[in-house]
């Protein structure tokens, strides 16, 4: 059998460790192999990033890399279609793996089925109900093409079947990112929090506020209803300086968008002055992920992070009006409060964290042995579709 898997950004990178690893195991035993083919897109704008990741999580060198780049989601979309039919077409797979929910993944699962290959979603059926949001669309037209659609919680299963899915395509397999976090903690929990502080200042001069384990919050920022918006992003960004750093420190690693944008909004020097804010340039997968295990609580609006703060078991502000994590959230078992990004709601769900631990528990198969059962089910799928009817 052949596989081709294509990853885009770093979101699929974490994604993509632990299922290069269940292919590597399954072929070290006996029976037919597998043969796999990595695809990057190279969507992410920051080629530095992207290998960081791929080191630290110990990603072999994609097999093929169309240098897409960045542009609108329509030029990156357009680009890695024309690029990744050539691909499909010289390499004749049996499968084309898709993962999440970036532009990539929209373009290949559209690619693959033009070409009559058969294609798979690790991570399908996750729904925000928001459509303005570029994800939401990528992860809706995926979903409805592919042939098998692999998904991580109940709710997840919920939403597909709704949707009409035959229940055949669908398999519950848990969250293949818990699986890097499962073998990656380890790794992250060997380095020193001071070192990565000193080594990721934006502002060297800066000073570093003391850091006690459990006393202390991480916030991540990029989405555009954020950050593009002065309206919303002063006031929040004013809440997060004058009020949660002033209680204890925060670790913000800032992602280049929302740089520009303080710049831009007169914002910056706030920020950079703010006793307790620790601005910090983006990091790499284990000096986040050791920043966040012993954080005590997140502020974000990234969707892999509310993952991550469930199974660690960490109180988690999502800083969004709807999230497509719905297991993450506090009233179905999770460790997440949606608070939205208006600075008297935020201030609303920080006080009520700082009152009550949300204690989430773990949802079903988030066990560390996702991307097993994902290889499984093709390899099953695969054998009942070969075998007579």
């Not at 990741?53 to 072999?60: E, Q, R, V």
């Not at 073998?183 to 506020?209: C, F, M, S, T, W």
């Not at 997060?240 to 002033?246: S, W």
Request: with cysteine.
């Amino acid at each position: 059998m052949k596989i081709i898997s294509v990853v885009g950004a770093r979101p699929n990178f974490i994604k993509i460790a632990p299922f290069i690893r269940a292919i590597e195991r399954h072929n070290a035993g006996k029976g037919p192999k597998v043969e796999h083919i990595l695809v990057h897109t190279g969507q992410h704008y920051d080629h530095q990033m992207s290998q960081k990741f791929f080191d630290d999580l110990g990603i072999p060198a994609a097999d093929i890399h169309l240098g897409v780049g960045s542009g609108t989601h329509a030029e990156q979309v357009g680009r890695t279609m024309i690029e990744f039919e050539k691909v499909v077409m010289a390499g004749k797979p049996d499968w084309v793996v898709v993962l999440g929910d970036v532009n990539a993944t929209l373009a290949c699962s559209v690619t693959a089925k033009k070409l009559q290959v058969k294609c798979c979603h690790i991570e399908a059926g996750v729904r925000s109900g928001d459509r303005t949001m570029p994800e939401e669309i990528n992860r809706l037209v995926t979903d409805r093409l592919s042939d098998l659609l692999l998904a991580p919680d109940q709710f997840a299963v919920r939403n597909l079947k709704g949707e009409g899915v035959p229940e055949g395509k669908i398999r519950l397999v848990g969250n293949i990112m818990a699986d890097t976090l499962v073998e990656q903690r380890g790794a992250a929990a060997r380095l020193p929090i001071p070192g990565i502080l000193k080594e990721n200042l934006l502002l060297k001069d800066a000073p570093v506020p003391g850091i006690r384990e459990g006393q202390y919050a991480v916030m991540t920022l990029h989405r555009p209803s954020n950050v593009d918006h002065r309206e919303v992003f002063a006031p929040l960004a004013g809440f997060i300086a004058g009020e949660v750093a002033a209680d204890m420190p925060v670790l913000w690693p800032v992602h280049p968008r929302a740089r520009k944008q303080l710049e831009l909004f007169g914002l910056w020097d706030r920020v950079a002055s703010a006793p307790g804010l620790v601005l910090m340039r983006p990091l790499g997968y284990h000096e986040m992920l050791r920043l966040v295990m012993t954080a005590r609580m997140l502020l974000t609006d990234s969707g892999g992070m509310q993952g991550e703060s469930l199974v660690l078991g960490i109180d988690c502000l999502v800083l969004r009006e709807n999230t497509e994590w719905t297991v993450a959230l506090k009233e179905h078992g999770g460790s997440c409060l949606l608070v939205g990004n208006r600075a008297d709601q935020v201030r609303e769900g920080y006080r009520a964290a700082l009152k009550e631990r949300f204690k989430g528990r773990v949802p079903e198969y988030w066990d560390g042995k996702t991307a097993g059962r994902c290889l499984e089910a093709i390899l099953t799928s695969s054998a009942c579709a070969a075998s007579p009817s």
